[in-house]
């Protein structure tokens, strides 16, 4: 019902995968380091709410102002917008930044990519072609991680692991 009602508020059916995703692990608590490279993994409302707060900002008026300093990598990819509705967040990091599902992708891009964007992220970042990547990429960085006291060290620092 959650899947249904957030799908309905944002006007995108979300992929199989990530819905599947959501229905077993519907996000995490607000406690500690978050489970994607210290991102919380977002609950159904959790998208909606973030979603919502981009979209309160004036969305033509933030692109123009930002258009000279936003860029894709790889260059063609990701829309070099500030924001746009059709970017989904999955993943928050406490700082206004994302990672999520592109439904409005560049010419060279894939429909349902996965992307890094959000308030510091003047280069939007291509992370993998869809959610199913994205997790078995994941997978691998978490399994290459040396587990340090608390926190994971090496390429899981980063989404770089991922790339």
Known sequence: MELESLEQHIGIELPVDVKAFLSIHNGQFYRGLG????SQFLSTSDIQLRWDGWREL???EMNEDCADYMKSSPEGYIKPLYTNKYWIPLTFD?????????FDPDSKGKYGQLIAFGRDEDTKLLIADNFSDFISKFIVALDAAKWEGGRFRGEFDTMSGLL
Request: no cysteine; net charge negative.
């Open 35 to 38: 489970l994607f490279f210290e």
């Open 58 to 60: 004036d969305e033509e």
């Open 94 to 102: 406490w700082a206004g930044n994302h990672i999520g599902v592109d």
